[in-house]
């Protein structure tokens, strides 16, 4: 029949609204359960995806409570453990950002010798995608993501230019933000510095067993040198002469015999080959009286 689903619109929109009627006389209605009250009517709310009825946020007063991996602009972390900032001036979050944001300028010590740390960090607010490449390829988890998204301002330039000091926050206020992950980070960090330690541990012993090995043979050396007899200089010369004397006579006797042996087969190849001249002669004497 016509008008038909006009009607069945209708009375959604009135159930609806009944709903929503009755949640408000409540004392605590359902949209503020399990909200953050921030005093002048100001609230931060925390709306399942399970909840019923309409739900109307009345901005700026009321906020919706943002989930951890909400992402909007990049934000440095200054480390409270160890009083410094984590970035080293590396510069691949600048080289992996899709619009180039991100302008670095490494700091340098009084003789110019350039440091792993920055003089000047910049991000353009207004070019940023939100993308968090840079969050991705930082090898030292010195920025992330951050939840503020208030951030209009009349003027484009200067004003979404931010700086190193806008920029930075402490380890504390990353943790509020990002809890699981920060723990997931300080879980995997404590990993590795025991694996270092560990691996430190076994270069110190492998260096003290070496150094252990290389006295115990310099004292077995100086054992040996000790237990050996000391001779004098005279008695020294005597033993180096008589050795000298023992080389040349063993010498003479090997050459004398290697002589005589040489001149013998000398004279014997030459007796050959006189006889065979001899021969040769008879037979072409023989050959010519014929």
Sequence with gaps: MFGTGLLKGLGVTLKHALDTF?????????????????????????????????????????????????????MLIWDSEKQEDRCTACGICAKVCPPQCIW??????????????????????AVCMSCSFCVEFCPFDAIKMNHDYELAVYDR??????????????????????????????????????????????????????A???SAAAAEETATAGAAPKRSAAELQALAKERAAQRQAQAADGG????????????ARMEELKRRAQERARARKAESGE
């Design 22 to 74: 009755e949640d408000d006389r409540e004392s605590v209605p359902d949209r503020y359960r399990g909200s953050l009250e921030l005093g002048n009517n100001r609230r931060v709310i925390q709306q399942p995806i399970d909840q019923e009825g309409l739900l109307t946020i009345q901005y700026p007063e009321e906020k919706r409570l943002l989930p951890e991996r909400f992402r909007y602009i990049p």
């Design 157 to 210: 330039y200067p004003q979404l230019v931010y700086d190193m000091a806008e920029l930075t926050v402490p380890l504390e206020y990353y943790a509020a933000l990002w809890p699981t992950q920060y723990e997931e980070e300080q879980a995997r960090r404590k990993e590795e510095e025991e694996q270092k330690r560990k691996q430190e541990e076994e270069k110190a012993a492998k260096a003290a067993a070496r």
């Design 256 to 267: 004398g015999s290697d002589d005589d042996d040489a001149a013998a087969a000398k004279r």
């Design 212 to 214: 252990a090995a290389k």
């Design 104 to 125: 670095i300028v490494r700091d340098s010590d009084e003789n110019g010798k350039p440091m792993t740390r920055c003089s000047d960090f910049y991000i353009d607010a």
